[in-house]
């Protein structure tokens, strides 16, 4: 599994396809550039994960939520398993952190 390549792929209801990313890597900010390599080494050091869904049919949505490794292929089902049935998903061990539609 990459971050550059999606963990899985499905189709809701409605006919646009998501791609789902399951990364463990968060960038710090572009004011803290001095600092980047410390802020990678504590990115791959933590045990939190993202799980991003992201949609590009007819205009880009995207919805994020965070994770433990634990439970990081769990929910990773759940967000699959719910969009392809049409529905929000809602994973039991996640928090969700944001969507964005452009």
């Known amino acids: ?11 809701g209801p409605d006919g646009r396809t998501w791609e789902i990313y ?13 600092r980047f390599p410390a802020a990678v080494v504590r990115a791959l050091r933590s045990d939190v994960w993202t799980i991003e869904a992201v949609t590009f049919g007819g205009h880009r949505e995207n919805h994020r939520w965070k994770t433990d490794g ?3 292929r769990q929910v990773l089902a759940q967000v699959e398993g ?8 809602s994973p039991r061990h ?3 952190v944001s969507r964005s539609a452009k």
């Open 1 to 11: 599994m990459s971050v550059f390549s999606p963990a899985a792929r499905t189709t």
């Open 22 to 34: 399951a990364y463990k890597l968060e960038l710090p900010a572009k004011r803290k550039v001095r």
């Open 70 to 72: 634990e439970h990081r």
């Open 82 to 89: 719910s969009i392809a049935r049409g529905m929000h998903p």
């Open 94 to 96: 996640a928090s969700y």
